[in-house]
Nanobody
Framework: QVQLVESGGGLVEPGGSLRLSCAAS????????MGWYRQAPGKQRALVAQ???????NYADSVAGRFTISRDSAKDTVYLQMNSLKLEDTAVYYC???????????????WGQGTQVTVSS
């Protein structure tokens, strides 16, 4: 079984910074594309950023230039550095990853439990 555990959420003032981390654990052969999604109250969950195993990145237009996604493939961990945070960045942030698992064997998509990010003055 594979689990994704997020950390690093919290309360920050507008213009501030936070760094989210997501560590995958379990029967992992390799982690493939990893990313972050967010869901604000009353809205659908939406992609924030993704990073491939090779390091290619993709960002939502609303965060490009402010957020940076990175990964440590040896640790099956993905990070999201969030700078210049705005009120509209307030949401629950979810980690997502495609992971090859040895038990049960196969490639499967996994979600973390979510971490709250609140931007407020």
């Amino acid at each position: 079984q594979v689990q994704l555990v997020e950390s690093g959420g919290g309360l920050v003032e507008p213009g501030g910074s936070l760094r989210l981390s997501c560590a995958a654990s379990g029967n992992i052969i390799s982690s493939e594309t990893m990313g972050w999604y967010r869901q604000a109250p009353g809205k659908q969950r939406a992609l924030v950023a993704q990073i491939s195993r090779g390091g290619s990145t993709n960002y939502a237009d609303s965060v490009a230039g402010r957020f940076t996604i990175s990964r440590d493939s040896a640790k099956d961990t993905v990070y999201l550095q969030m700078n210049s945070l705005k009120l509209e960045d307030t949401a629950v942030y979810y980690c997502n990853a495609d992971i090859w698992s040895s038990s049960p064997y196969g490639l499967k998509n996994y979600w973390g439990q979510g971490t709250q990010v609140t931007v407020s003055s």
